[in-house]
Antibody, heavy 119, light 111 residues
Framework: QVQLVQSGAEVKKPGASVKVSCKAS????????MHWVRQAPGQGLEWMGT????????IYAQNFQGRVTVTRDTSTSTVYMELSSLRSEDTAVYYC????????????WGQGTMVTVSS | QSALTQPPSASGSPGQSVTISCTGT?????????VSWYQQHPGKVPKLMIY???KRPSGVPDRFSGSKSGNTASLTVSGLQAEDEADYYC???????????FGTGTKVTVL
C-alpha cells in the first residue's frame, strides 16, 4: 500500500541539529516532488521546503533558509530533512508529504515526527 | 511569503452548510488554480479534501466543494455532519521561488 513512514520522535538541546527520515513504499518514489511541513503545538501548518525527483534541486521557505537541508536517496526511497541551530520554537511535529505532479496537491503524508527542543 | 488568511473559526448545526474563506494575493491564490484544502482532526495527519480549487479526490464526499474568486478561495461543507468537526487549511502554489504557502487554519465546530 502507498505510504510514507517517518522516523521516531527526537529530543534535542538548543543549538543542536536533527535529521528526520521519511521512507516511501507502494509507489514510484523517484517520480515525485517531496515536501516537508511542520506544525508547532496548537499552531497551523507551515511549509518548509521541497526537493525535486532528481534530488538535485531544492527550494526552502524563507523562514528556514540557511538552517534546513532536504535530501533524498532514490536507492532506498527515502527523503531526509535536517534542521540545524535548533531553538525552542522549532518544537513541532514534522511531516513529509508527496506532491501529486498533476494536481500540485499533497496527497500522501507521513505520520509525523515529533521534535522537542529543550535544555 | 505571508500565510494565507482564513477565519479562525466557523460553525454550523448538523445538516447546515458552512463556508470557509482563504484570502491571498495575485501572487498565489489569484495567480494559479492550484488551491488545495486539507482536513485535520486533532492529533491526526492532514487529509486532502479539495485540489485544483474545486476537484475532489476519490473517497471525499460530495458535501465538500471548493471555488475561487479573484484572490479568495472558499471551501463549503454542505449537510454538516459530526465527523466534519476539524481544522481546515488551504494552501496555494505561489510560484517557483517559494512554491507553497498554507492558510492560517479554520476550526470548524458542529453545534
Amino acid at each position: 500500500q502507498v505510504q510514507l513512514v517517518q522516523s521516531g520522535a527526537e529530543v534535542k538541546k538548543p543549538g543542536a541539529s536533527v535529521k528526520v527520515s521519511c521512507k516511501a513504499s507502494g509507489y514510484t518514489f523517484s517520480s515525485y516532488y517531496m515536501h516537508w511541513v511542520r506544525q508547532a503545538p496548537g499552531q497551523g501548518l507551515e511549509w518548509m521546503g521541497t526537493i525535486d525527483p532528481s534530488g538535485h534541486n531544492t527550494i526552502y521557505a524563507q523562514n528556514f533558509q540557511g538552517r534546513v537541508t532536504v535530501t533524498r536517496d532514490t536507492s532506498t526511497s527515502t527523503v531526509y530533512m535536517e534542521l540545524s541551530s535548533l531553538r525552542s520554537e522549532d518544537t513541532a511535529v514534522y511531516y513529509c508529504a508527496s506532491e501529486n505532479t498533476t494536481t500540485g496537491a499533497f496527497d500522501i503524508w507521513g505520520q509525523g515526527t515529533m521534535v522537542t527542543v529543550s535544555s | 511569503q505571508s500565510a494565507l488568511t482564513q477565519p479562525p473559526s466557523a460553525s454550523g448545526s448538523p445538516g447546515q452548510s458552512v463556508t470557509i474563506s482563504c484570502t491571498g494575493t495575485s501572487s498565489d491564490v489569484g495567480g494559479y488554480n492550484y488551491v488545495s484544502w486539507y482536513q485535520q482532526h486533532p492529533g491526526k495527519v492532514p487529509k486532502l479534501m479539495i485540489y485544483e480549487v474545486s476537484k475532489r479526490p476519490s473517497g471525499v464526499p460530495d458535501r465538500f466543494s471548493g471555488s475561487k474568486s479573484g484572490n479568495t478561495a472558499s471551501l463549503t461543507v454542505s449537510g454538516l455532519q459530526a465527523e466534519d468537526e476539524a481544522d481546515y487549511y488551504c494552501t496555494s502554489y505561489a510560484g517557483s521561488n517559494n512554491p507553497y504557502v498554507f492558510g492560517t487554519g479554520t476550526k470548524v465546530t458542529v453545534l
